[in-house]
């Protein structure tokens, strides 16, 4: 019994003829337009610069408005969301590969490159495709973590507003040029994710938290990977002759580029506060002693 189970979950996940047959189409599928992501973030930025000012107008700078276990709640199911997407894409890429290599003798392709680099010519569609989607359609859930940060710590910033839009942007150009590299970057990513917020769930329900800011600097690796791989890409590119959806990859290697110089100019000020405030701590405990 337990054996049939297992061997149901590479069905579900890679196998079932709603993933084999996935199509990215403008026509039946939500979320699918031009118009709706430009549309939808345009809406998430006004909507959490709206309520910021709201909140500075009618309540007190220090005032928080409690949410109770929602932030639990909403990290939970990220956690979850995300390891079942990569798990579904592992899987996925698995099945791919295994019906598609016999094309790629002719060509002198390997796994690892198909990874950073579709062929040209590659369409939006079978299963790599559909957890695209998924991760796509995922992306809106993560919008609701800006609107807690404004409600429970009264905090909102242009890089926060700024990272969440562009991802979001990111993963629909990902499906509307079948862009290369996104295979590996969603499962780097979700693989990140479901580790930060199972730990941001963790930390929520009050049991204890990591001795080190173990987000931020998770979120320096996934940058940093995801910078190398892009290398890889372009590498791949010149020497195979062409990359799918470069065009796409090329603005997308552009504002991952200001999405690492802006965070890792937010790491460095957090960590130089921190060594004043460690700082100040220990230059109190001299005073007492002496």
Not at 98 to 120: M, S, V
Not at 234 to 242: E, I, N, P, T
Request: some cysteine; glycine content about 6%.
């Amino acid at each position: 019994m337990a054996l049939s189970r297992v061997q149901t979950i590479p069905y579900w996940l890679s196998e079932h003829p709603i993933i084999v047959n996935f199509r990215w189409n403008h026509a039946q599928l939500w979320g699918s337009t031009w118009s709706f992501v430009f549309s939808a973030i345009s809406i998430y930025i006004v909507a959490a610069i709206f309520l910021h000012l709201l909140l500075c107008l009618l309540l007190h700078r220090d005032r928080r408005i409690p949410l109770g276990p929602i932030p639990a709640v909403h990290s939970l199911a990220v956690s979850l969301i995300s390891v079942v997407i990569f798990v579904g894409i592992l899987f996925s890429a698995a099945a791919e590969i295994r019906d598609t290599r016999w094309f790629w003798r002719r060509t002198n392709t390997t796994t690892f490159q198909w990874l950073l680099c579709f062929p040209i010519g590659t369409r939006p569609s079978g299963r790599v495709f559909f957890w695209s989607y998924v991760f796509y359609l995922s992306r809106f859930l993560h919008l609701l973590r800006t609107f807690f940060g404004i409600l429970k710590y009264r905090k909102l910033t242009f890089f926060q507003l700024f990272n969440q839009s562009i991802l979001t942007f990111m993963s629909f150009l990902w499906l509307e040029f079948s862009q290369s590299f996104q295979v590996l970057a969603i499962l780097l990513t979700t693989l990140l994710y479901s580790v930060v917020y199972g730990y941001r769930f963790w930390t929520a329900i009050g049991l204890p938290g990591a001795c080190f800011p173990l987000v931020v600097n998770c979120q320096v690796v996934l940058l940093v990977c995801n910078f190398v791989c892009h290398f890889g890409v372009l590498f791949l590119h010149l020497l195979k002759g062409g990359c799918n959806g470069i065009g796409a990859w090329g603005f997308n290697s552009v504002l991952n580029a200001v999405i690492l110089l802006l965070f890792m100019n937010f790491y460095v000020k957090m960590h130089l506060k921190n060594r004043k405030v460690s700082a100040k701590h220990s230059s109190s405990a001299q005073v007492k002693d002496s």
